[in-house]
């Protein structure tokens, strides 16, 4: 009872300087914690823009009627047990089906290919198209089939956008090491002052003998509660506003709205970090506080 009533000794001389310094984790935990969501969200918008890719076969014009089918079929073996679970979708367009497309945007030139008559089918492209998450090995695959005259691919036109991502994720990891880093400092600096103020009795509790867990025990208990301060906020602050926040930034492109909404867990993993830094800068703060006083006795001595 006497160690908590000393670790509280903080609370009572100093309530201000605790209580600002809950608020303060509170809101830098919620800004690592939404740094943390968009960091983590980008990995699976990642992993789609650099495997989802069109892959368009067009067949060779000596390739009869009868011998369409055959190509489909040797597309769909050549994707193969190792395709992901959600199937690709292949799909072969025939030269009407082409110029119906077309006449959807170009109607005029839709017009003109039809007159063609016989020989629209040595103009109008006859080809195979597979969109999807696709293996590695397809391409290569399907220019190996012979009835395919030239494959195409659109596996990078996504480049762009994935290097400005993959960009985005690196800075928002330094911006939370930063924000962690200058969090967990204030947090040791909070301890050293509550270390101070509880010097006279912890410098008795040594004279009456007590080991050093014992002396470290109001230190981490102060620690413990502004971090579980700080972090309450943290997870009030997401319960109340993070719907509100994920959702904007989902909304900010259909691209996006592939990250994953925030569970549980992550809510109440802000409140344990807190508690997990409060902990240990009430460990470190103590720990430096106890080696300056046997600095200066040694000082002293001598």
């Known amino acids: 009872m006497y160690l908590l009533k000393l670790a509280l000794r903080p609370w009572r001389l100093a309530p201000w300087s605790q209580l600002f310094s809950g608020m303060a984790v509170g809101f830098l935990l919620l800004s690592i914690g939404f740094l943390f969501w968009i960091q983590q969200g980008l990995k699976p918008v990642l992993a789609r823009l650099q495997g989802e890719q069109v892959v368009t076969a067009y067949l060779s014009s000596s390739v009869s009627g009868k011998n369409e089918k055959l190509v489909v079929d040797k597309i769909r073996i050549a994707l193969g047990a190792e395709s992901t679970t959600n199937r690709p979708e292949v799909k072969f367009v025939t030269p009407t089906q082409f110029i119906g497309l077309i006449k959807n945007q170009y109607p005029d030139l839709g017009r003109e290919l039809e007159d063609l008559g016989q020989e629209m089918e040595q103009i109008v492209p006859r080809y195979v198209s597979v969109s999807g998450m696709l293996p590695e090995f397809l391409l290569e695959k399907v220019k190996s089939i012979s009835e395919v005259e030239y494959v195409e691919s659109s596996k990078d036109r996504y480049r762009q956008t994935v290097g400005a991502f993959s960009a985005l994720r690196w800075v928002v990891r330094i911006l939370i090491f930063g924000i ?25 509790l040594k004279l009456w003998g007590a080991d050093t867990q014992t002396v470290m025990v109001p230190g981490i208990v102060s620690g413990l509660l502004v971090g579980l301060l700080g972090g309450g906020i943290a997870l009030g602050g997401w319960i109340t506003l993070g719907h509100w926040l994920t959702h904007h930034v989902r909304s ?30 009430g460990v470190l703060g103590t720990l430096t506080s106890q080696f300056r006083e046997i600095k200066i006795e040694g000082e002293g001595r001598a």
């Not at 400092?185 to 912890?202: E, F, K, P, V």
């Open 252 to 281: 900010l492109s259909t691209i996006l709205k592939g990250m994953p909404l925030v569970n549980s867990e992550f809510q109440l993993a802000l409140l344990a970090s807190g508690a997990a830094m409060g902990i240990l800068a």
């Open 180 to 204: 962690g880093l200058s969090l967990f400092t204030g947090l040791i600096h909070l301890s050293r002052m509550n270390a101070y103020l509880q010097s006279d009795s912890l410098h008795l």
